[in-house]
């Protein structure tokens, strides 16, 4: 079995029952983890603080896999998240870019359109004030940068701009 289909079948059974303590089963201890409603996540720690504000908010999100390609250095895993809101399920569609190194992701750059979860955010009332003391998607405070979205989320300007 080829690095790349080892990863994502970590994937898929870190997915199955997903905690912040499971992590480190997929992410390398450098990881750099990018999305939408996310200030850029560097290290081990700030992704397992940030996927716990998040499962405080959506505690029965769940990820399926739909399809993946990719080589043993770089891997596209296209996903469809899922939760229950109000006996409702939302879902929207993921693609999550990976680099690997020693078998775990170094760098993760998520797509997702957040549109359809604000939607149901903000239709639901009663879900505003477990956002709110959550503490997870804050877009206002992303402290996103071009380099983000260019594959370079590792590098760090070393001299100032022209």
């Not at 504000?53 to 469809?80: H, S, T």
Request: no cysteine; aromatic share 12%; glycine share 4%.
């Amino acid at each position: 079995m080829q690095e790349s289909e080892q990863f994502v079948a970590k994937f898929i059974d870190f997915w199955n029952d997903p905690s912040p303590q499971r992590m480190p089963e997929i992410l390398h201890p450098d990881i750099v983890l990018t999305q939408p409603l996310a200030a850029p996540m560097r290290g081990i720690a700030a992704a397992q603080e940030e996927f716990r504000r998040i499962w405080r908010f959506l505690p029965d999100l769940r990820a399926q896999v739909d399809r993946w390609r990719g080589d043993p250095d770089l891997l596209f895993i296209e996903v469809r998240l899922h939760v229950h809101v109000r006996g409702d399920l939302i879902e929207w569609p993921n693609i999550d870019r990976f680099v690997l190194r020693d078998g775990k992701a170094i760098e993760r750059m998520n797509y997702f359109d957040p549109l359809p979860l604000l939607s149901a955010i903000l239709k639901r009332p009663s879900l505003w004030r477990r956002w709110w003391t959550s503490g997870a998607a804050r877009p206002w405070r992303t402290g996103h940068r071009i380099a983000d979205y260019g594959g370079r989320a590792n590098t760090t300007r070393t001299t100032s701009p022209k």
